[in-house]
């Protein structure tokens, strides 16, 4: 294994989520990249200004990367624009991934059915491994 995606819900802490991936890297050797998504396909539908997403997504990156390092773990990380399960998917195939790392979802049963789940979406569609892990 040389390549670990990690995907960072832009807004969110997962510290048990850099945890499993410093974990995961320490025993494979792997480079850790981390990818967060503003989730804005367009931002002129959006209510709110697309800086302002990326700046939670920033927020998030910067949270794993600092993590990674106290860890001990290289890692580097990268916001981008649009669809949060199509642009992990699209880093993970610039990237050549070996696996992607997401967190589990935290919505409720009947809010996954309506509202989808990127790690879901990110097992039905990836054409490489996905590890799912969940806080315990």
């Known amino acids: ?35 967060s998504l503003d989730g804005i396909e367009m931002e002129a539908l959006s209510p709110t ?12 990156v910067d949270g794993f990367l600092e993590r990674l390092s106290a860890a001990g773990v290289q890692a580097e990380g990268e916001v981008r624009s649009g ?25 409720g049963r009947v809010a996954r059915r309506v509202l989808g789940s990127v790690p879901v ?5 990836a054409r490489r491994p996905v590890l799912v892990i969940t806080p315990s």
Do not use: H, N
């Open 1 to 35: 294994m040389q390549r670990i995606v990690v995907a960072a819900k832009a807004g969110a802490d997962q510290p048990w989520l850099a945890d499993a991936a410093a974990e995961l890297s320490e025993q494979t050797g792997a480079a850790v990249l981390v990818v």
């Open 49 to 60: 200004p697309r800086s302002e997403f990326q700046e939670l997504a920033q927020k998030s």
């Open 83 to 107: 669809d949060v399960t199509r642009g992990i998917l699209l880093y993970a195939e610039e990237k050549d991934a070996d696996v992607i790392v997401c967190g589990g979802s935290t919505k």
């Open 121 to 125: 979406e990110l097992i039905r569609r």
